[in-house]
């Protein structure tokens, strides 16, 4: 309890809200967790993880239920993504990164929305979040980032993308000014990444060897 106690005291204050320790390190995390990312770095996992455990003690000081619970089941889909990329460096020498098929794409977009209509009304129901259905957004629409980008799926940018639109505002009106900062560097942060996965999705297409080509082939050739 001690430990938590500590995260959550303010390390600083951001136009007139705290900033505690939990949200300064936690989002640090996050950061390094995108950048690591967009290099195909199998490090991003861990320290996706570690990220996590700290947001979560950052969401309860905020009383942001959803957001809290977010970061448990990103704790344990990082722990999936991160067997992934193994198996994909171990068969391939490299994590090979490819456009998601239309069948994929729409299965994304389903578990988007029906997802954050059933979270969003159970955070309602239960009074668990003071804004559920955004917090829900959140929370799904991380889970599906973090599916497609175990996927090694090109798209999974979007998603974040998506999330990010969504995240600011919300952090920011529960008090997180610093995660709300934190987003909008994101946003610049996404669209690099989605420029090198696509290129690198168009280069390992055009290789000569043709397992990788048929691997990443985009879904409208």
Request: glycine residues 10%.
């Amino acid at each position: 309890m001690e430990l938590l106690d500590w995260l959550n005291t303010p390390a600083f204050e951001l136009l007139g809200k705290p900033v505690p320790y939990s949200d300064l390190f936690g989002n640090i995390c996050a950061l390094a967790t995108v950048v690591l990312a967009l290099r195909r770095n199998i490090l991003s996992w861990p320290v996706q993880i570690l990220g996590s455990i700290l947001l979560f003690a950052a969401s309860i000081s905020a009383g942001l239920g959803g957001n809290a619970s977010r970061q448990v089941v990103i704790i344990v889909a990082a722990v999936w993504g991160w067997t992934q990329w193994n198996k994909s460096r171990e068969a391939a020498g490299e994590v090979l990164v490819r456009w998601a098929t239309w069948k994929e794409r729409f299965l994304l977009i389903g578990a988007l929305l029906l997802g954050t209509a059933v979270f969003g009304y159970v955070l309602a129901l239960g009074g668990w979040s003071w804004n559920p259905y955004p917090d829900a957004y959140i929370f799904i629409g991380s889970l599906v980032a973090m599916y497609a980008q175990g996927r090694a799926i090109v798209e999974f940018w979007f998603v974040w993308l998506a999330v990010d639109l969504v995240g600011i505002p919300l952090a920011v009106a529960g008090g997180l000014v610093f995660s709300g900062a934190v987003y909008l560097i994101f946003l610049v942060m996404v669209v690099i990444g989605f420029i090198d996965w696509s290129k690198r999705s168009r280069q390992t297409i055009s290789a000569p060897h043709l397992g990788a080509t048929d691997i990443n082939r985009s879904p409208e050739e």
